[in-house]
């Protein structure tokens, strides 16, 4: 079981950065790939990062290639995620997620209470 708890979303103005943090709780914290989640009101939840449990290989959504670094610090069981030159069409509610294994786009088991994002033009 991974307790999931997410922190560093808020308002920013277009072209700023933030970093999410995702702090997890519970067993074997290095045994799971994570990854990072958003939802738009009225959109559904659409895939936007994930690092394997090494923190060797990482995904990323289109929309976010070139702007967004997935990192993980075992050592503090966080998983960090670097938003730069934000758009406004990245204002969502973030989610950290955890699973068991490789690193996928799908298929997490365990889940964040979000962070909201938004982002002014």
């Known amino acids: 079981q991974v307790q999931l708890v997410e922190s560093g979303g808020g308002l920013v103005q277009a072209g700023d950065s933030l970093r999410l943090s995702c702090a997890a709780s519970?067993?074997?914290?290095?045994?799971?790939?994570m990854g990072w989640f958003r939802q738009a009101p009225g959109k559904e939840r659409e895939f936007v990062a994930a690092i394997s449990w090494s923190g060797g290989r990482t995904a990323y959504a289109d929309s976010v290639k070139g702007r967004f670094t997935i990192s993980r610090d075992n050592a503090k069981n966080t998983v960090y995620l670097q938003m730069n030159s934000l758009k406004p069409e990245d204002t969502a509610v973030y989610y950290c997620?955890?699973?068991?294994?490789?690193?996928?786009?799908?298929?997490?088991?365990?889940w964040g209470q979000g962070t909201q994002v938004t982002v002014s033009s």
């Open positions: 519970g067993r074997s914290f290095v045994s799971y790939a």
């Open positions: 997620a955890a699973r068991f294994g490789i690193v996928t786009t799908v298929a997490y088991d365990y």
